[in-house]
């Protein structure tokens, strides 16, 4: 069946670095992926969607990368702020699949 | 101008009772979509429903689970006989078109004790 996963469970950053969340896919045939952010207690809020027919796309701060070759994408978020110590989740929008998430913790 | 509102916030249950789980959409949204999440996982698909219809049930345990969206009022889910393994937090969350445009809610988290 189709899945979406993470590569790390984890990722722990210094204040004002540049954060690098990655994930997978395995259906070839989607072609519309969401970011989420979600704080402890909270529900997932939405960062930044992209489409397959597109690589890149830029929001504030945050940048997605789609690879449709390695069924990859990333989520890169600029300059990271001790805001944005949450798990993140990439979904595979069109068939409503999570992946489990990698938490994002930022050092000071 | 509200989001999706999901009520109770926290429920506790008795095992063997049932548990009711109200989302309200965001005005003018008919997409509806329940979610289960364990401590430390993923959100898991449970269902996704249109006013009055179920769209896609293939995340609803088979037994003891349902979920309605009536013409008026919020999307219920419902739990029978709980257990145990039944407690987590469900969210909903609600779209203007199908499968696009994802709002969520802050979650109901159920306890069974």
């Known amino acids: 069946g189709e899945s979406v996963g993470l590569h790390l469970p984890t990722l722990s950053v210094q204040e004002g670095d540049n954060s690098i969340i990655n994930c997978a896919y395995s259906?070839?045939?989607?072609?519309?992926f969401i970011w989420y952010k979600q704080e402890s207690g909270k529900g997932p809020q939405f960062i930044i969607d992209?489409?397959?027919?597109?690589d890149k796309r830029q929001g504030q701060r945050v940048t997605v990368l789609l690879n449709k070759t390695v069924k990859h994408l990333s989520l890169q978020i600029a300059a990271t702020q001790p805001g944005d110590s949450a798990v993140y989740f990439c979904?595979?929008?069109?068939?409503?699949?999570f992946g489990q998430g990698t938490r994002l913790t930022i050092n000071p | 101008n509200a989001g999706v509102m999901q009520n109770p916030r926290h429920l506790v249950r008795r095992r063997g009772q049932e548990a009711r789980l109200r989302c309200s959409p965001v005005?003018?949204?008919?997409?509806v979509y329940w979610y289960r999440q364990l401590p430390e996982e993923g959100l898991k698909f449970m269902v996704y429903?249109?006013?009055?219809?179920?769209?896609?049930e293939s995340g609803m345990p088979k037994e003891r689970f349902s979920a309605e969206f009536p013409k008026e009022g919020p999307s219920i889910l419902r739990i029978q006989q709980v257990v145990r393994g039944d407690s987590a937090a469900y969210f909903c969350?609600?779209?203007?078109?199908?499968?696009?445009?994802?709002?969520f809610g802050s979650g109901t988290r159920l306890t069974v004790v």
């Open positions: 969350a609600s779209s203007p078109r199908e499968k696009e445009g994802y709002t």
């Open positions: 259906n070839s045939a989607s072609d519309y």
């Open positions: 992209i489409r397959s027919n597109m």
């Open positions: 979904a595979e929008a069109q068939k409503l699949v």
């Open positions: 005005k003018g949204h008919s997409h």
């Open positions: 429903l249109q006013k009055e219809n179920i769209i896609d």
